[in-house]
């Protein structure tokens, strides 16, 4: 095989997680007994409970709230072994059909359960506040006050269970079909068929010219699946608008917005906030064409680690890092980090078949949220390591608010996982003396913190711009697809960095666009709330980790505004995002100095 395209061991070639704490196995009878509690279950609460939910007082609503929420959870239990024992078996199809006849399972119970939030919403608005101000309600108060926020968008029980099918054999599927299509793809490189993930990784590779090849090996092999995957896209695009429409949604983000308890307006504020300082992109990656004596510097050059600056860190190393960053802001908290590496909670490995890409699963509050990432030993692994660490004891501390409330909105559930990164490049930071790697390490972090801000805003507005196309025009081609990609990603860089052919095809093989749209915008959003939260950390650490210990075992149970209040922050301040952003330059402005001296 040619030199440079092998990854080295690392350890994590068996780091794989245990699926056993919950259930034994695919084939585990408990499968099929859970689902057929929850069905019976769901049976009896649809019976005790349509005739008459607005006339119970507050003390039998609880008690309501708490039935509904047992077969949730043991629907969301099934779900949860059947999602991970797929992810890391794509290529298996029995695997994807165990997943699919969970889906449809799930989907007849919850059907059941459909009357519930239309009769809620019924309720008149004075006899709803008097039973939300009853104590017996507080642990459900928000739950059922922010249910109350889509009563103008909801169907009628029969419309609703109808829309609720059409997603297992639509939108489900196509979502499938897209994760199914690029875990089975290969790119070939240099004599070797390499995976998405691996091909991904070798961007980040020191030599300039396996980058070149790993890029344009990604752009043929996109290329030749364009007509799966973008018909993928133009069914998801098509099916959002249907669904949109049929729920009286005013834009395409209407309902994102509302599951993320926040105000067209702030998302407004947000994207102009970024977007207004896109220059800052331009002027880092300048000083990086520079640091690499690069000229044009290409898109593949854009994670390329600086020269005398990278280095690898094995699974062992890893651990001992990003445990001992979370540790030290709190022992409470990195004694929790440690079980997901000790108890088995963390799949690492690369392997056929294995999704690309990373997560956080929070399972139910009965278990414990296990993570998934695909580990090759380069710091930006070591950081997604610390950020998916961070979803999990972020899952974790929240499991006491009970499995509805313990789910926060994407505007908060992103916050534990950037500090986390954030508290690791410290650690990383403190513990390496080579000025060279000191610069590269920074470099990193630079460039991290704009992927997560610049680039995913980036993609937020290519977001917009597609579905509004989608709407107005009617179905997409790759060429225009393309058009509307490079349109929004060229503005962030200006003239700093040239795009390779090929990268107009990479919007295709972003996930977050089939299965979560209106999704990144909260990764803006969490890293700058997090930029704040370290702020205040700094000036004031031994009273900041209470509140913020706080702040993460909330959950969702409050809306963000109060939940980040718990840690000193005012989501109101309209100063907030231009504070952080301020941040972010001053990042900059230290690779400018430690350039100078290298």
Known sequence: MMKGVNQAATGAEQIHWRLGDLYAGVDDPR?????????????????????????????????????????????????????????????????????????????????????????????????????LADPALAHWAHLLRNWRRYRD???????????????????????????????????????????????????????????????????????????????????????????????????????????????????????QTVVGRYGLVARYYRLKAKLLNVSPLMDYDRYAPLPGGERRYDWTECQRIVLAAVTDFSPELGAIGRRFFDDGWIDAALAPGKRGGAFAHPVTPDVHPYLMVNYTGTVR?????????????????????????????????????????????????????????????????????????????????????????????????????????????TEQFADSIQFSPGYRWWWSYISHFIGSPGYVYAYAFGELLTLALIQRYRAAPADFVPGYIAMLKLGGSKAPAEVVAAAGIDLEDPEIWSRALDYMAGMVDEAEKLAEVR
């Not at 239990?77 to 969970?102: C, E, I, K, M, W």
């Open 31 to 131: 499968l099929t007994e859970d689902m057929r509690w929850a069905d019976s279950a769901a049976a009896r609460f649809a019976e005790v409970y349509r005739p008459g939910l607005g006339d119970l007082d507050a003390a039998q609503l609880a008690t309501a709230m708490a039935q509904l929420e047992a077969v949730r959870q043991r629907i969301g239990r099934v779900g949860a072994f059947r999602y991970l024992s797929y992810v890391t078996h794509a290529d298996q199809p029995a695997y994807g059909a165990a997943l699919q006849a969970y889906e449809e399972a799930a989907t007849a119970i919850q059907n059941r359960l459909i009357f519930f939030d239309i009769a809620w919403n019924a309720v008149a608005d004075s006899r709803a506040e008097s039973l």
């Open 153 to 271: 968008h909801l169907r009628s029980e029969s419309e609703e269970q109808i829309l609720s099918e059409k997603r297992v054999t639509g939108r489900a599927l196509w979502e499938r079909l897209f994760d199914e299509t690029l875990t089975e793809m290969r790119f070939p490189l240099r004599g070797k068929q390499m995976t998405e993930q691996e091909v991904l990784t070798l961007l980040s590779d020191p030599d300039r010219e396996l980058r070149r090849d790993a890029a344009e090996s990604l752009s043929k092999g996109l290329e030749g699946r364009l007509h799966t995957l973008t018909t993928c896209f133009n069914a998801i695009l098509a099916d959002k608008a249907l669904d949109d429409r049929l729920h009286r949604y005013p834009h395409w983000l209407s309902d994102r917005n509302l599951s993320n308890e926040i105000s067209d307006k702030m998302v407004e504020a947000l994207e």
């Open 381 to 489: 692994d070591v950081m997604t390591v610390a950020h998916e660490l961070g979803h999990g004891i972020h899952q974790y501390l929240a499991r006491e608010q009970g499995h509805m409330n313990a789910d926060t909105p994407l505007t908060t559930a992103e916050t534990a996982s950037v500090f986390g990164e954030m508290l690791t490049f410290g650690q990383l930071m403190r513990e390496e003396q080579d000025p060279r790697r000191r610069l590269g390490l920074l470099c990193g972090k630079i460039e991290d913190t704009f992927a997560t801000v610049f680039r995913q805003m980036a993609m937020h507005r290519f977001e917009e711009v597609m579905h509004g196309a989608r709407r107005a025009e009617g179905e997409l081609s790759k060429e225009r697809l393309a058009e509307l990609w490079m349109q929004t990603q």
